[in-house]
């Protein structure tokens, strides 16, 4: 039993589930207080969905990757190139986290639901497959990796189909406030891969994945990682923006842009693997602190 959990942990990711389930449970919350109204048994609903979604995507992912785990250091004791677990066994346990979480959704608000299948599919059949052929797997990849907040955004509503019951909601807090947390998200993962990439590059090579901008560790790739850092500065003033985020929140996200932008600069000098890790974990930082200090300066659109 206790391999097991070991392995199952493995196979869905468990830290990277997480911080995704962190992410979409947040940005429900934030939806709640739009609204002025916390269901918790839905925050509940919502956190054990996403769960079991980005488990599911994940799972296909290692799926898809079982021969190419083999390769590499950081995934070779993974429970599919181990041998520890069978290719029926993960797909068996990856359609039913896929199908459950998706129902779970889809009872707190069909947009949600809907958003949830698109991120699976896309995340682990055409962003997976990718990431052997052409660098441009980063920009595919992000998409699906910026839904959650959008997911969890949606997810504090109740629909009435396509639309939403709650009539009294501005037109502002439907689009721009969820969308915006999208975008913050989506830029966010470009210095964060790119960053990895260029740590696990060897890694990486093993297998034939071409994640860095050029495929190699060369300048113009430090330069891509410089630019994304930097574009988390005025990505970051976009809630103040547009009126849904206070200063407290403005300046915690300039102060983690501005480290961004200060790492990507050194890395652009130095172009070391101890530099793209300063970008690395600044990105682990980022979002969580972020997204929590939102959370709690949050202005409500009316």
Do not use: C
Request: no cysteine.
């Amino acid at each position: 039993m206790k391999q097991f959990i070991s392995d199952f942990n493995k196979l869905v990711k468990l830290r990277l589930t997480l911080t995704v389930v962190f992410s979409a449970s947040i940005s429900f919350l934030i939806g709640a207080r739009q609204q002025d109204d916390i269901i918790w048994i839905n925050w509940l609903i919502l956190t054990i969905g996403g769960f079991l979604i980005t488990g599911s995507a994940n799972g296909f992912n290692e799926i898809i990757e079982r021969d190419l785990d083999k390769l590499m250091k950081r995934t070779e004791d993974r429970p599919l190139p181990a041998g520890r677990m069978t290719t029926g066994q993960a797909l068996v346990l990856s359609l039913f986290m896929g199908i459950f979480g998706t129902l779970l959704l889809v009872r707190l608000n069909f947009l949600a639901g809907l958003l949830s299948v698109f991120a699976i599919i896309l995340y682990a059949f055409v962003y997976t497959p990718l990431k052997q052929k052409s660098p441009i797997a980063v920009f595919v990849g992000a998409f699906p990796g910026a839904l959650p907040p959008l997911i969890g955004y949606y997810a504090a509503f109740k629909s009435a189909g396509f639309g939403f019951e709650y009539a009294a909601v501005s037109e502002a807090a439907i689009v721009i406030t969820p969308w915006v947390l999208f975008l913050i998200q989506f830029f966010w993962q470009f210095p964060h891969f790119w960053a990895i990439a260029w740590v696990a590059d060897e890694d990486y090579k093993r297998a034939g994945f071409r994640l860095l901008p050029t495929t190699k560790k060369d300048t113009i790739s430090a330069w891509m990682i410089f630019i994304s850092a930097v574009l988390m500065v005025p990505v970051g003033v976009l809630p103040l923006y547009y009126g849904f985020g206070g200063w407290v929140f403005t300046v915690v996200s300039l102060v983690g842009g501005l480290l961004f932008a200060y790492y990507g600069f050194k890395h652009i000098k130095e172009m070391t693997d101890a530099t793209a890790k300063k970008v690395m974990f600044t990105s682990f930082i980022y979002l969580p602190l972020t997204q929590l200090v939102l959370l709690f300066d949050f202005i409500p659109l009316k």
